[in-house]
Protein backbone atom coordinates (compact mmCIF):
# COMPACT_ATOMS: atom_id res chain seq x y z
CA UNK A 1 0.00 0.00 0.00
CA UNK A 2 2.93 1.90 1.03
CA UNK A 3 4.64 2.06 -2.80
CA UNK A 4 0.45 3.33 -3.58
CA UNK A 5 0.73 5.51 -1.62
CA UNK A 6 3.88 7.36 -2.97
CA UNK A 7 2.55 7.07 -6.13
CA UNK A 8 -0.38 9.09 -5.76
CA UNK A 9 1.53 11.63 -3.66
CA UNK A 10 3.71 12.07 -6.65
CA UNK A 11 0.55 12.26 -9.05
CA UNK A 12 -0.52 15.12 -6.47
CA UNK A 13 2.46 16.80 -6.35
CA UNK A 14 2.31 18.38 -10.20
CA UNK A 15 -1.11 20.17 -9.21
CA UNK A 16 -1.05 20.89 -5.86
CA UNK A 17 1.60 21.21 -2.72
CA UNK A 18 1.50 18.46 -0.33
CA UNK A 19 3.49 17.25 2.80
CA UNK A 20 2.38 14.22 5.09
CA UNK A 21 2.97 14.27 8.32
CA UNK A 22 2.08 11.11 10.28
CA UNK A 23 2.68 11.33 14.40
CA UNK A 24 3.37 8.42 16.11
CA UNK A 25 1.77 8.32 19.82
CA UNK A 26 2.42 6.69 22.86
CA UNK A 27 2.02 3.14 22.53
CA UNK A 28 0.35 0.76 25.69
CA UNK A 29 -2.51 3.65 26.61
CA UNK A 30 -5.55 1.08 26.79
CA UNK A 31 -7.82 3.82 27.59
CA UNK A 32 -9.89 5.59 25.12
CA UNK A 33 -9.73 8.91 26.71
CA UNK A 34 -6.38 9.17 27.54
CA UNK A 35 -5.21 8.26 24.00
CA UNK A 36 -7.31 10.40 22.91
CA UNK A 37 -6.32 13.11 25.15
CA UNK A 38 -2.83 12.41 24.29
CA UNK A 39 -3.27 12.24 20.57
CA UNK A 40 -4.71 15.59 20.81
CA UNK A 41 -1.65 17.20 22.72
CA UNK A 42 0.24 15.71 19.28
CA UNK A 43 -2.24 17.08 17.15
CA UNK A 44 -2.75 20.98 18.47
CA UNK A 45 1.22 21.38 18.58
CA UNK A 46 1.65 20.15 15.22
CA UNK A 47 -1.50 21.74 14.09
CA UNK A 48 -0.72 25.68 16.00
CA UNK A 49 2.93 25.50 14.74
CA UNK A 50 1.48 27.23 11.37
CA UNK A 51 -2.09 29.11 11.08
CA UNK A 52 -4.08 26.49 9.01
CA UNK A 53 -7.58 25.59 8.18
CA UNK A 54 -8.28 22.50 9.47
CA UNK A 55 -10.36 19.34 8.57
CA UNK A 56 -11.04 16.29 10.22
CA UNK A 57 -11.47 13.01 8.67
CA UNK A 58 -14.42 11.42 11.32
CA UNK A 59 -17.28 9.36 10.73
CA UNK A 60 -19.64 12.80 12.01
CA UNK A 61 -18.38 15.00 8.95
CA UNK A 62 -20.00 15.84 5.90
CA UNK A 63 -19.91 12.66 2.90
CA UNK A 64 -19.21 13.93 -0.49
CA UNK A 65 -19.25 12.40 -3.95
CA UNK A 66 -15.83 12.68 -5.40
CA UNK A 67 -17.41 15.39 -8.08
CA UNK A 68 -18.79 17.55 -4.93
CA UNK A 69 -15.43 16.50 -3.44
CA UNK A 70 -13.74 18.06 -6.08
CA UNK A 71 -16.13 21.28 -6.02
CA UNK A 72 -14.93 21.62 -2.18
CA UNK A 73 -11.39 20.89 -2.37
CA UNK A 74 -11.55 23.99 -5.10
CA UNK A 75 -13.54 26.24 -3.07
CA UNK A 76 -10.86 25.43 -0.26
CA UNK A 77 -8.07 26.15 -2.37
CA UNK A 78 -10.09 29.53 -3.65
CA UNK A 79 -11.54 30.86 -0.37
CA UNK A 80 -8.64 30.09 2.55
CA UNK A 81 -5.85 32.25 2.86
CA UNK A 82 -3.94 29.41 5.22
CA UNK A 83 -3.14 26.00 3.89
CA UNK A 84 -5.38 23.00 4.02
CA UNK A 85 -4.63 20.36 6.96
CA UNK A 86 -6.11 17.12 6.87
CA UNK A 87 -6.37 15.33 10.53
CA UNK A 88 -6.74 11.30 10.73
CA UNK A 89 -7.98 10.35 14.24
CA UNK A 90 -6.44 7.49 15.95
CA UNK A 91 -8.66 4.45 16.92
CA UNK A 92 -10.99 6.06 18.88
CA UNK A 93 -11.39 9.06 17.01
CA UNK A 94 -11.35 12.82 18.43
CA UNK A 95 -13.04 14.40 21.59
CA UNK A 96 -15.88 16.61 21.16
CA UNK A 97 -13.57 20.17 21.67
CA UNK A 98 -11.84 18.75 19.36
CA UNK A 99 -14.17 18.47 16.91
CA UNK A 100 -15.41 21.49 17.73
CA UNK A 101 -12.04 23.62 17.30
CA UNK A 102 -12.00 21.98 13.63
CA UNK A 103 -12.83 24.71 10.69
CA UNK A 104 -14.62 21.62 8.96
CA UNK A 105 -15.15 17.78 9.82
CA UNK A 106 -15.50 15.25 6.49
CA UNK A 107 -16.44 11.29 6.49
CA UNK A 108 -15.52 9.28 3.90
CA UNK A 109 -17.78 6.64 5.35
CA UNK A 110 -19.27 5.60 8.09
CA UNK A 111 -17.56 2.32 8.40
CA UNK A 112 -14.22 1.89 9.83
CA UNK A 113 -10.34 1.27 8.07
CA UNK A 114 -7.04 0.86 9.04
CA UNK A 115 -4.98 4.58 8.86
CA UNK A 116 -2.66 2.38 6.08
CA UNK A 117 -5.74 1.67 3.93
CA UNK A 118 -7.82 5.04 4.36
CA UNK A 119 -4.43 6.99 3.56
CA UNK A 120 -4.48 5.39 0.61
CA UNK A 121 -7.80 5.66 -0.27
CA UNK A 122 -7.67 9.66 0.81
CA UNK A 123 -4.69 9.96 -1.31
CA UNK A 124 -6.44 8.40 -4.34
CA UNK A 125 -9.47 10.84 -3.74
CA UNK A 126 -7.41 13.92 -3.46
CA UNK A 127 -5.87 12.93 -7.16
CA UNK A 128 -9.28 12.14 -8.42
CA UNK A 129 -10.35 15.68 -7.10
CA UNK A 130 -7.48 17.54 -8.57
CA UNK A 131 -7.77 15.61 -11.88
CA UNK A 132 -11.70 16.91 -12.05
CA UNK A 133 -10.68 20.37 -11.04
CA UNK A 134 -7.73 20.02 -13.89
CA UNK A 135 -10.16 18.65 -16.58
CA UNK A 136 -8.13 15.60 -16.83
CA UNK A 137 -9.82 12.07 -18.01
CA UNK A 138 -8.89 10.18 -14.76
CA UNK A 139 -12.37 10.64 -13.33
CA UNK A 140 -14.80 8.35 -15.82
CA UNK A 141 -18.45 10.61 -15.79
Not at 15 to 26: A, V
Not at 30 to 58: C, G, N, R, W
Request: aromatic share 12%; net charge neutral.
Amino acid sequence: MQILVEDYTKRILVWSPLRIHELKPQKGIKEAMQQIAQEEILFKKALHSKPAYTVLLDEAGKSYDSKAFARWLESRFNDSHKPLTFVFGGAFGFSPGFKQEADELISFSPMTFSHQLIRLVFMEQIYRALSIINHQPYHND
